[in-house]
Nanobody, 120 residues
Framework: QVQLVGSGGGSVQAGGSLSLSCTVS????????VGWFRQAPGEHRDEADL???????????VYADSENDRFTISKENAKDTLFLQMNGLKVEDTGIYHC??????????WGQGTQVTVTL
């Protein structure tokens, strides 16, 4: 079982940038992929859209929203921390961003989510 704690959200004007972080702790040896989901306003968490994900051990990109080249996912190995750098933010990027982790021998784990609000 792993624990994920996301942070870095906030309110920013359109065109601005935010950097989200997610600290992963616990038993990480069996982690497969990690990434970020976006839960849009009014959506249930189950309806959240996948933003990007990488392989935990190598940091290699597995998926990124093809319509969104403004976001960059990365990982800092020494600190077991996942990042999502978001540039050129748009109003439609508003939502709760959840980091998550898939384990090869356990359930998917989610962080508590961090709110990102983009205003005109």
């Amino acid at each position: 079982q792993v624990q994920l704690v996301g942070s870095g959200g906030g309110s920013v004007q359109a065109g601005g940038s935010l950097s989200l972080s997610c600290t992963v702790s616990g038993y990480t040896l069996n982690l497969d992929t990690v990434g970020w989901f976006r839960q849009a306003p009014g959506e249930h968490r189950d309806e959240a859209d996948l933003v990007a994900r990488i392989i935990w051990t190598s940091g290699s990109l597995v998926y990124a929203d093809s319509e969104n080249d403004r976001f960059t996912i990365s990982k800092e190995n020494a600190k077991d921390t996942l990042f999502l750098q978001m540039n050129g933010l748009k109003v439609e990027d508003t939502g709760i961003y959840h980091c998550y982790a898939d384990s090869r021998c356990g359930p998917q784990s989610w962080g508590q989510g961090t709110q990102v609000t983009v205003t005109l």
